[in-house]
């Protein structure tokens, strides 16, 4: 009896693939594990079809035809923050990786990104013109997805997150339609896809501001991992009197013997401090005197092009199995410092790879107006992450993971970055019960049948 509505949905599906511009791949078709493949490589997604869209049409196409056959759709461009997405049995991933196209309007200083657009693809295109934008620390992070949930940039003590700075969204709703969503059209949808995430359309396009910044002075200090304890406490008090034109990380990172790493880097570990400043050269020099004076191994500062800050971190530079978690921490004192260090400083045996505290405050701090989330409670948003090669390597890597946010328990602050957050949640805990409360009465306004599916789900009861 139950075989009638799975051949239905087989039949759909079949139906589907002939009507995109786009390609449609399901279990069993050659390419399946590619298509279906998340950033975090130790997720194993497993939807019920994947549909690669190459048009607008096409994600029109999907989220009818998925509404028709009963499924539902979760709209991934890189499928960075997969994690907290749980079982996707019933839904059709919509890939929208080949909608890459950006446009720069220089006169008015605004970017036109497609959905599928990487970071990498709008700091090129906004350079040729002299301009920068609020893009992610990682030049393959999707715009869309990056900006929905907030947004902390290499300039986001100077400039506020990337969704502050958003003009419009052109978004698919769960009925099929396309819209635009600025303040005077749709103005409760524009509200909640400013930080409530990806529950409430599919994000087509976006139109947000860019700045007239071409260079700016940055670069790292290492030290060995041994003085850790001298580094972030240094740093710490360093980020008390920081100006707003200066954001910094400090780290701790165990490099893996890799021969893609420098020679000085492969094998060794380290306290970083990494800092991004629009202060001219001397100015700046003059700001990290007291960091210098702590005797760095390495010094990499320089002036750069804007468009360069994505390697500032060393991030991978392609996809890899990992685990990870994020947090946002109130200070960084002495006690919280060692806490961090008891956890996975020197001489602990932990299979963290990297954690990372990066300061907040100045134009992050909440208050400045705009959408669900217009900025982010806390001095500190820390991440921490281990390598995950073999589902063996998956649980100890989780039990440190784990052990360090309890250990910086007392020094949390309340509410969650959502683009931090890498597993399944209570989303309510991340927002105030009255924004909560208005999410999801636009989640009901928009999709009262919870067709789309997100990674932080909004519902709409």
């Known amino acids: 009896m139950e075989m009638e509505p799975i051949m239905s949905v087989h039949v759909d599906l079949d139906l589907l693939a002939l009507d995109l511009d786009g390609t449609l791949a399901c279990p069993g078709d050659p390419g399946w594990d590619e298509a279906r493949q998340a950033w975090n490589l130790a997720v194993d997604q497993q939807p019920a079809a994947v549909a690669t869209v190459a048009s607008v049409r096409d994600v029109r196409t999907v989220v009818s035809a998925a509404r028709q056959a009963g499924l539902r759709v979760a709209a991934q461009s890189t499928g960075h923050n997969a994690s907290p997405m749980e079982d996707l049995a019933g839904t059709i991933l919509?890939?929208?990786?080949?909608?890459?196209?950006?446009?720069?309007?220089?006169?008015?200083?605004?970017?036109?990104?497609?959905?599928?657009?990487?970071?990498?693809?709008?700091?090129?295109?906004?350079?040729?013109?002299?301009?920068?934008?609020?893009?992610?620390?990682?030049?393959?992070?999707?715009?869309?997805?990056?900006?929905?949930?907030?947004?902390?940039?290499?300039?986001?003590?100077?400039?506020?997150?990337?969704?502050?700075?958003?003009?419009?969204?052109?978004?698919?709703?769960?009925?099929?339609e396309l819209?635009?969503?600025?303040?005077?059209?749709?103005?409760?949808?524009?509200?909640?896809?400013?930080?409530?995430?990806?529950?409430?359309?599919?994000?087509?396009?976006?139109?947000?501001?860019?700045?007239?910044?071409?260079?700016?002075?940055?670069?790292?200090?290492?030290?060995?991992?041994?003085?850790?304890?001298?580094?972030?406490?240094?740093?710490?008090?360093?980020?008390?009197?920081?100006?707003a034109e200066a954001m910094s990380i400090g780290r701790l990172i165990r490099f893996p013997v890799m021969p893609e790493l420098p020679p000085q880097l492969s094998g060794r570990s380290f306290a970083v401090v990494e800092v991004a400043t629009t202060l001219d050269p001397a100015a700046a020099d003059d700001l990290l005197a007291p960091l210098r004076a702590l005797g760095p191994a390495d010094d990499t500062f320089a002036t750069i092009p804007v468009?360069?800050?994505?390697?500032?971190?060393?991030?991978?530079?392609?996809?890899?199995?990992?685990?990870?978690?994020?947090?946002?921490?109130?200070?960084?004192?002495?006690?919280?410092?060692?806490?961090?260090?008891?956890?996975?400083g020197p001489g602990v045996d932990t299979p963290i790879l990297a954690i990372d505290l990066r300061h907040l405050g100045a134009a992050v701090t909440p208050g400045r107006g705009g959408g669900a989330v217009d900025g982010l409670p806390g001095a500190f948003l820390g991440?921490?992450?281990?390598?995950?090669?073999?589902?063996?390597?998956?649980?100890?890597?989780?039990?440190?993971?784990?052990?360090?946010?309890?250990?910086?328990?007392?020094?949390?602050?309340?509410?969650?970055?959502?683009?931090?957050?890498?597993?399944?949640?209570?989303?309510?805990?991340?927002?105030?019960?009255?924004?909560?409360?208005?999410?999801?009465?636009?989640?009901?306004?928009?999709?009262?049948?919870?067709?789309?599916?997100?990674n932080h789900p909004v519902p709409p009861a």
């Open 179 to 243: 819209r635009r969503v600025d303040p005077q059209h749709d103005p409760d949808l524009f509200w909640a896809l400013r930080g409530g995430g990806g529950s409430f359309a599919v994000v087509t396009a976006i139109e947000f501001a860019l700045f007239p910044i071409r260079e700016v002075y940055a670069g790292a200090l290492f030290y060995p991992l041994e003085r850790a304890s001298d580094v972030l406490n240094a740093w710490a008090r360093w980020t008390d009197t920081a100006p």
């Open 383 to 454: 991440f921490a992450l281990g390598i995950t090669p073999t589902p063996e390597d998956v649980p100890p890597v989780r039990a440190a993971v784990t052990g360090l946010l309890d250990a910086v328990e007392p020094w949390r602050a309340q509410g969650m970055y959502l683009n931090f957050a890498e597993h399944p949640s209570d989303v309510s805990g991340f927002y105030d019960p009255h924004t909560w409360a208005r999410l999801r009465a636009v989640k009901r306004t928009y999709d009262p049948d919870d067709l789309i599916r997100s």
């Open 307 to 344: 468009e360069q800050l994505d390697q500032l971190n060393m991030d991978p530079p392609a996809p890899v199995p990992m685990h990870g978690d994020g947090w946002l921490q109130t200070d960084l004192s002495t006690e919280a410092v060692e806490a961090v260090l008891q956890a996975a």
């Open 94 to 176: 919509l890939r929208l990786s080949e909608l890459r196209g950006v446009s720069i309007d220089p006169s008015e200083r605004v970017a036109r990104v497609e959905g599928g657009a990487q970071w990498s693809d709008v700091t090129s295109a906004a350079a040729e013109h002299g301009l920068a934008a609020l893009a992610g620390s990682s030049g393959d992070v999707g715009v869309a997805g990056y900006t929905l949930g907030g947004g902390v940039s290499w300039l986001a003590r100077s400039h506020g997150l990337a969704l502050n700075h958003v003009r419009a969204f052109e978004v698919v709703t769960a009925d099929g």
